[in-house]
């Protein structure tokens, strides 16, 4: 069982910052992988990026450069730091982990947080 808390979310301008955390908990966490994604209204939900506690992030084309994925192991909290957002980012953020690295790929994971809103105003 892993519980992922996520929090950070609210309302930035356009070209604003954010970072939002995720609180992971739970057993045996370097069983798992981890990934952020998001989903806007009317969109299906997309990954952003994907980790092993253990290794570097694998960025989705459109994060790169504007969005960093890092993570406290000590404290077992991921984030997601949000930088030059646009009004196109506005979307429920999540965090979510699964023992397959494939499965998160896909969009699909065990353990979901109950995500954090993020709104961009232009």
């Known amino acids: 069982q892993v519980q992922l808390v996520e929090s950070g979310g609210g309302s930035v301008q356009t070209g604003g910052s954010l970072r939002l955390p995720c609180a992971a908990s739970g057993n045996t966490l370097n069983g798992y992988y981890f990934g952020w994604f998001r989903q806007a209204p009317g969109k299906a939900r997309e990954g952003r990026v994907t980790?092993?506690?253990?290794?570097?992030?694998t960025y989705f084309d459109s994060m790169k450069g504007r969005f960093t994925a890092s993570k406290d192991n000590l404290q077992h909290t991921l984030y997601l730091h949000q930088d030059s957002l646009k009004p196109e980012d506005t979307a429920v953020y999540y965090c979510a982990a699964d023992a397959s690295l494939l499965r998160l790929r896909r969009n699909e994971a065990d353990y979901w947080g109950q995500g954090t809103q993020v709104t961009v105003q232009s």
């Open positions: 980790f092993h506690l253990d290794g570097a992030p």
